[in-house]
């Protein structure tokens, strides 16, 4: 991961989904302690949206609660349950 950006390790193997609940179909799968950089979070903090290559728009969405968040996330951007932007609570 970029230094810049907050990051964390996954806990176990976890699905990269195309948003931000696990009704959202699978990119693929992240293998267990592999790091990744943090782009944002649902508003209520259930779901990061994460930097995944393999996904069309570079992006996919993990279940928060099997990442060790490694660097503050303060000041990321919060989305909406669908996976649309949202403004800062």
């Not at 609660?65 to 490694?70: A, W």
């Amino acid at each position: 991961p970029t230094p810049a950006l907050p990051f964390g390790i996954t806990l176990a193997q976890i699905n990269a989904r195309s948003g931000p609940a696990s009704s959202f179909s699978s990119y693929g799968l992240i293998e267990k302690d592999q790091p990744v950089t943090i782009l944002g979070q649902t508003l209520n903090g259930i779901w990061f949206q994460i930097q995944y290559q393999a996904s069309p728009t570079g992006v996919a969405w993990v279940a928060a609660e099997y990442v060790r968040v490694m660097k503050s996330i303060k000041g990321l951007p919060y989305f909406n349950n669908d996976g649309s932007p949202r403004a800062q609570p």
